[in-house]
């Protein structure tokens, strides 16, 4: 994913393993640098009719997690606040302050189907056309439980209701 133009995206994704619409409904408010947490309280999603609208929504389970996620996710994140200004400087009085940490160019919030798009193209450059942009989300539980992380860590971490969803999609694991 080096080079790629949702490279700071891609990387914050596979170590939080954030749901799509959470990760692109991150506010920089919910980004402490201080502290080196993340606070997940809201999602993007689309409205189901053709040509739906975006908005922002609650939680899929209604409970806001607080992640401390790697140093290098905090520096990818420093790195995504340090490139958006420059955007934000560059875009003058176009630019829209959503406030959310992933953007386009002129600060407006990004679609589902632009980062699906983007994914596939980069894992189709290294040759796996199947990958999905939600199996960043798998790898981050495999990342997390080959570390010793628990399965009710993992739980937690992830936003799952049950931990029986947990372990059943991810069971791939060997929990």
């Avoid at 790629?4 to 402490?32: H, S």
């Avoid at 996620?69 to 934000?88: D, F, G, I, N, Y």
């Avoid at 539980?141 to 799952?160: C, F, M, P, R, T």
Wanted: proline share 2%.
């Amino acid at each position: 994913i080096r080079g790629q133009p949702f490279e700071r995206l891609f990387i914050v994704d596979l170590l939080t393993g954030l749901r799509q619409g959470e990760l692109l409904g991150l506010r920089w408010k919910d980004v402490d640098f201080d502290a080196g947490t993340v606070t997940i309280a809201q999602q993007l999603l689309k409205s189901k009719e053709k040509g739906g609208a975006y908005f922002f929504g609650s939680l899929k389970n209604d409970k806001t997690r607080l992640l401390t996620p790697a140093p290098s996710v905090m520096k990818a994140l420093r790195e995504q606040r340090r490139v958006q200004t420059e955007w934000r400087l560059k875009a003058g009085e176009f630019w829209e302050d959503s406030g959310l940490v992933f953007t386009d160019e002129l600060g407006h919030h990004l679609s589902h189907v632009t980062v699906r798009k983007h994914f596939k193209k980069a894992v189709e450059s290294i040759g796996i056309p199947e990958a999905r942009f939600h199996d960043l989300r798998h790898s981050c539980a495999s990342l997390l439980y080959a570390n010793g992380v628990s399965l009710k860590e993992i739980q937690e971490w992830l936003g799952h209701s049950d931990i029986s969803t947990t372990s059943n999609i991810y069971t791939h694991l060997n929990f």
